[in-house]
């Protein structure tokens, strides 16, 4: 009886071990009255719970249609690196002025400490989840992102030459996005789809679970989890000090031996002198920095001990844009420019200032409207300048003297003269004229007026003045027939030449006219004669005209009748008046049905092709036909 109650007392303990057992497992995966075991994401949603990284509400729903927040994003994917309490506890001590700045709720505070420290998201992005004191939702790309972060995927995104989605509203996201998404189809987080990624709409808690789940399974096939766990947690060197803050504007800088010493002014005009040292924790519009990127001009916020020496500078980029001449540049290491520009001061009186700033060695520098660098730059020249944090990063200078050769476009008065030039390039330049300028023409002295469109310039210009210009004439030769004259202190000739190409040219004084080998005047000239003409640029020099007929054919609508006078005007279609034609005895007339007809079957509204010839500015009709009868 002994033995048998020992074995009954083994098997008794036994079944109490395996009860506990599955009790307690019971109890940790939550069950969940609204997730019905055909519901798509079941299992990862079991999944997801039971690992602790996913949980429900209270009242036992899981909720899986419900929009996940920025912050609850952040807090799940910062538990799949299964952190200890140890460690999540040193994290929010080293984040803690930081997460009392942005309001973040004791719970979530671990969670966002997890995520700034794996560089899952930076300060600013903190700052912008919460409005109104409510984390936003989250949106499927910024998931996307904060994933390929955490599964230490985010060089091979950034390696992505070429991204392929087969998403038809994947233009909608920025590039850097794009990659980052095509990787996590690639890993199975998303699914791929020939329709729309919805890149800007919330992630649902059902959507996260599986994503979570297929994450957690890639960190734990590929090490990550284990790899994150062995980085070990810089311990805050700060910690246990009093600490104040000083916001204001970084006033002068001195550098020194793994150190800066840095003053900052407040709006109070009252001044801070602190150490920024190695155990400074510093970024610049949300980005880890170093010593050497405090300079003089950000706007700072600064956390100090008592003993002024700074634990965290949350320092912000400061830009402005300058118009002047340079003053000085100096070609070293670090580049420097001096500019000199104009202020206006409270009075409205304009005072000269000078500035000098260092070159940004990734700086964009264009001259003349074409890439440059820094040693083509002179004194003098006329730069526009963007500077950031006192570098300059973009320089936009034109040269003081300039030459410049190209095609006169236009001259205008603005009333000082000025002209309009292209270059080879298509570049199209506007310059004033200086009143004294130099200009000659076929080497000539000449005036401003005798310049003519299409000459060929070559100008010199002295800040954005035309002092020199050297013109020369194009010649070139044309011919047809006389569509229009214009008489008028700028008389022009209209032609439409041998490739039916509708001409116009300007009429020189001095023209030469011969009609019909004799010397003539512009008086003589008549429309629909043939002309051969001598150009110069724009302008017609010598005109050989010959009286004859040019057959021609009209097609319109006829709008007038007069068979007293043999007369009808058309309208063809394209042009602005109507058209005169005069038909004789001899004129033939065919109607709708290819037969002969008379004058009086025509009516006003008919559309009529008519074949004829002009002479001396009269268009008379050979065959007139009727296509369509009014």
Request: glycine content about 6%.
């Amino acid at each position: 009886m002994k033995i048998m109650r020992g074995k009954l007392g083994k098997i008794f303990s036994l079944l109490i071990v395996i009860l506990f057992v599955f009790g307690t497992t019971s109890v940790y995966a939550q069950s969940f009255t609204d997730v019905k075991d055909s519901h798509w994401a079941s299992d990862y949603i079991e999944k997801m719970n039971k690992k602790g990284i996913i949980t429900g509400y209270s009242d036992a729903t899981f909720r899986p249609n419900g929009d996940v927040t920025k912050e609850a994003a952040v807090i799940m994917i910062s538990r799949l690196y299964g952190l200890d309490d140890d460690t999540k506890k040193d994290l929010v001590e080293k984040y803690q002025a930081f997460l009392d700045d942005v309001n973040v709720a004791n719970w979530a505070e671990s969670g966002i400490a997890i995520g700034l420290e794996k560089d899952i998201v930076t300060k600013d992005i903190v700052r912008d989840f919460y409005k109104n004191g409510k984390s936003l939702n989250a949106r499927r790309d910024e998931v996307c992102l904060y994933l390929t972060r955490a599964m230490g995927l985010e060089d091979e995104a950034e390696d992505k030459v070429i991204v392929n989605l087969d998403f038809i509203d994947s233009d909608l996201m920025p590039i850097s996005v794009r990659a980052c998404v095509q990787v996590m189809v690639e890993k199975g987080v998303i699914a791929e789809t020939n329709g729309k990624f919805n890149p800007k709409n919330p992630v649902t808690r059902a959507a996260m679970a599986k994503m979570l789940a297929v994450a957690y399974d890639y960190m734990e096939d590929n090490d990550v989890v284990e790899d994150n766990l062995d980085e070990e947690v810089e311990e805050n060197p700060f910690k246990g000090q009093d600490t104040f803050n000083v916001e204001g504007k970084i006033k002068d800088t001195l550098p020194a031996k793994n150190e800066v010493y840095m003053t900052v002014i407040d709006e109070d005009d009252e001044k801070t002198t602190c150490v920024v040292n190695s155990k400074t924790d510093i970024t610049l519009d949300g980005d880890d920095v170093d010593l050497e990127d405090i300079v003089e001009g950000l706007d700072v916020e600064v956390e100090l001990t008592e003993e002024l020496e700074a634990v965290e500078v949350i320092a912000t980029s400061v830009t402005a844009k300058y118009s002047g001449k340079i003053e000085s540049i100096s070609s070293g290491s670090p580049s420097k420019l001096e500019i000199e520009y104009e202020v206006e001061d409270e009075d409205g009186d304009t005072d000269t200032e000078e500035e000098t700033f260092y070159i940004d060695e990734d700086c964009d520098i264009e001259l003349d409207n074409e890439n440059s660098h820094i040693s083509k730059l002179d004194k003098g020249d006329i730069v526009e300048i963007d500077v950031k944090n006192n570098k300059i990063v973009e320089i936009k200078a034109e040269s003081k003297n300039r030459n410049i050769d190209g095609e006169l476009k236009d001259i205008k008065f603005d009333p000082k003269p000025i002209i309009v030039i292209e270059d080879e390039d298509e570049n199209t330049y506007e310059f004033e004229v200086d009143d004294h300028a130099d200009i000659e023409r076929n080497n000539d002295d000449v005036e401003i007026t005798d310049l003519r469109v299409g000459d060929e310039l070559d100008i010199e210009v002295e800040y954005e003045i035309v002092e020199e210009i050297e013109a020369e004439t194009v010649e070139k030769e044309d011919e047809g027939t006389i569509k229009s004259i214009l008489i008028s202190d700028e008389p022009k000739l209209t032609i439409k030449n041998d490739d039916d190409d509708i001409e116009t040219y300007f009429v020189s004084n001095d023209v030469d006219i011969e009609l019909a080998r004799r010397t003539s005047t512009l008086y003589d000239l008549r429309l629909g004669y043939f002309v051969e003409l001598e150009i110069e640029s724009s302008e017609i020099v010598k005109i050989d005209a010959i009286e004859r007929q040019i057959n021609d054919d009209r097609s319109g609508i006829v709008k007038y009748i007069n068979r007293d006078a043999e007369v009808i005007s058309i309208k063809v279609p394209g042009e602005s008046e109507t058209i005169r034609i005069d038909v004789t005895d001899d004129t033939n007339f065919i109607d709708t049905d290819g037969d002969k007809t008379r004058f009086r079957t025509l009516d006003e509204g008919d559309e009529v092709l008519v074949i004829g010839s002009s002479d001396g500015g009269i268009y008379t009709a050979k065959t007139i036909i009727i296509k369509q009868s009014y």
